[in-house]
């Protein structure tokens, strides 16, 4: 059963701009165990870091941006439609990476702490 589903990845040119969306299942969403809602990246070769979280649904919607796309990516989410967002803009040729979204019962950068992964969308960004 897919719990997480991203769509909205692609190959743009740098200074470009792209929206990913999550899709959450309504199984976790109803759950109301989820604290936290990551997007993460990684290229090849490379760690997977976090790129935006955002503290989840009932709650606030506090977000953490990485100071690597801050100014260049905003995070959101629509609990109505069960998903997170990540508006990239500006995209430069090292934002090219696979892009998960993922859920934790934390709030946390660390990807050991992510319960829920999705499988993933790929950006390219081309100079």
């Known amino acids: 059963q897919v719990q997480l589903e991203e769509s909205g990845g692609g190959s743009v040119q740098a200074g470009g701009s792209l929206r990913l969306s999550c899709l959450v299942s309504?199984?976790?969403?109803?759950?109301?165990?989820?604290?936290?809602t990551g997007w993460f990246r990684q290229a090849p070769g490379k760690e997977r870091e976090a790129v935006a979280l955002?503290?989840?649904?009932?709650?606030?919607?506090?977000?953490r941006i990485s100071e690597s796309v801050k100014g260049r990516f905003t995070i959101s989410k629509d609990n109505d439609k069960r998903t997170v967002n990540l508006e990239m803009t500006n995209l430069r040729p090292e934002d090219t990476a696979m892009y998960y979204c993922?859920?934790?019962?934390?709030?946390?950068?660390?990807?050991?702490?992510?319960?829920?992964w999705g499988q993933g969308t790929q950006v390219t960004v081309s100079s």
């Open positions: 993922a859920t934790a019962r934390v709030v946390t950068s660390d990807p050991a702490e992510y319960i829920h």
């Open positions: 309504a199984y976790i969403f109803n759950a109301n165990r989820i604290y936290c």
């Open positions: 955002i503290d989840s649904y009932g709650r606030d919607g506090t977000t």
